[in-house]
C-alpha cells in the first residue's frame, strides 16, 4: 500500500521529506485505519530503519497502535484487532532483537522498547494466543539479560515490571486454556447424559 511505500522511505532514505507526525496523525485521528496499514510497516521499520533514533521511534508509534479498542471506528474492531494479532509474533521478534542490539541500550531508547513490549503483553492479555505467548518466552529472557546489564534503575525498575507481567500473563492463559480443555472434557458427558435420559423414558413408555 501507499504507507508501505511512506513508512520505508521515511525509515530508511535520509533525504526523504516525510515526517513521522504524518503517521502519529493517523494513528491519533483514525486509529483502526492506522493499525490496519501501519502496524505490519513499522514492525519492518523497527528492524531496519537505517539509525536507532528512528528505529525508537518505529516502536513508539507501534505502542499507540497496540491499544485494545478503537473509539472512532468501532465498527472495525475486529479487523484492526485480528491484523495487530496476526503481526504480534514478528513484533514480539522484532522488541527482542532491539533489547538485544547495544545501539538500542540508551536509556531513553530502551525506555520506548521497554514501554512497547508492555502495551503488547497487555494486548495479549485480552487477545493473545498459544502462539503469541510462547513468542513471550525469548522476549522474558532478553528482558531480564536487560535487567542484569543496564545501570539505569529506571530502566531496571520498567524490566522488573515487565517481566513479572510476561509471568502473570503467562499463568493466566495457561489457566484458561487448563479451563477451556476441562469445560471440552465435560460437554460430550453432559450431551450423553441427556440422550441417555431420553433413550430411558422412551423405554419406560
Not at 66 to 85: F, G, H, N, R
Request: with cysteine; net charge positive.
Amino acid at each position: 500500500s501507499i504507507y508501505d511505500a511512506c513508512v520505508h522511505e521515511w525509515s530508511t532514505k535520509k533525504s526523504t521529506k516525510l515526517q513521522a507526525v504524518i503517521f502519529d496523525d493517523l494513528a491519533t485521528k483514525c486509529q483502526s485505519a492506522a493499525k490496519l496499514v501501519l502496524t505490519a510497516p513499522l514492525i519492518e521499520g523497527s528492524k531496519n530503519a537505517r539509525n536507532a533514533f528512528l528505529r525508537t521511534e518505529c516502536f513508539r508509534i507501534l505502542t499507540s497502535l497496540y491499544i485494545l479498542q478503537a473509539p472512532d471506528e468501532k465498527s472495525d474492531v475486529a479487523d484492526d484487532v485480528s491484523e495487530l494479532k496476526k503481526q504480534a509474533v514478528d513484533f514480539t521478534k522484532s522488541l527482542v532483537a532491539a533489547l538485544r542490539d547495544e545501539e538500542m541500550m540508551k536509556a531513553k531508547r530502551a525506555r520506548e522498547i521497554v514501554k512497547c513490549a508492555e502495551r503488547l503483553v497487555k494486548f495479549a492479555n485480552i487477545h493473545g494466543d498459544a502462539t503469541i505467548w510462547s513468542g513471550f518466552e525469548e522476549l522474558q529472557t532478553a528482558t531480564m539479560a536487560l535487567l542484569e546489564k543496564s545501570e539505569s534503575s529506571a530502566i531496571q525498575s520498567a524490566c522488573k515490571k515487565l517481566e513479572s507481567e510476561i509471568e502473570s500473563g503467562a499463568a493466566l492463559f495457561e489457566k484458561k486454556n487448563v479451563a477451556k480443555k476441562m469445560e471440552s472434557v465435560k460437554s460430550p458427558s453432559s450431551s450423553s447424559k441427556k440422550k441417555g435420559k431420553k433413550k430411558s423414558k422412551k423405554q419406560k413408555k
